[in-house]
């Protein structure tokens, strides 16, 4: 499985952005796909995630109301529009899958991408 992610850039705070992440090979029918970020010297936070089968979505604090994952079911491909987006936004964005249907909030994603940059400025 490969994830390609796209979006992001330097936006002002206020602004939105959406950022997808489009999955390749063999991802199977139950899975689960998610968005973290990592700021400079910080660690990697979990933002978001949605099951494929269910559409369930959960985020994290602090991006609750702000945030919105969705997913595309032709395309096998997740977006993560962010709204009212804040200087502390600014991070690397990484899409991940977990085949196992289980991670969720936790690090242990099989798969990741590349990683995304977004920097808000103030």
């Known amino acids: 499985v490969q994830l390609q992610a796209s979006g992001g850039g330097l936006v002002q705070a206020g602004d939105s952005v959406r950022l997808s992440c489009a999955a390749s090979g063999r991802t199977g029918t139950s899975f689960i796909m998610a968005w973290f970020r990592q700021a400079p010297g910080k660690e990697r936070e979990f933002v978001a995630a949605i099951s494929w089968r269910s559409s369930t979505t959960l985020y994290g604090d602090a991006v609750k109301g702000r945030f919105t994952i969705s997913r595309d079911n032709a395309k096998t491909t997740t977006s993560l529009q962010m709204n009212s987006l804040k200087p502390e936004d600014t991070a690397v964005y990484y899409c991940?899958?977990?085949?196992?249907?289980?991670?969720?909030?936790?690090?242990?994603?099989?798969?990741w991408g590349q990683g995304t940059l977004v920097t808000v400025s103030s």
């Open positions: 991940a899958l977990d085949p196992a249907n289980s991670a969720w909030k936790n690090l242990r994603y099989r798969y």
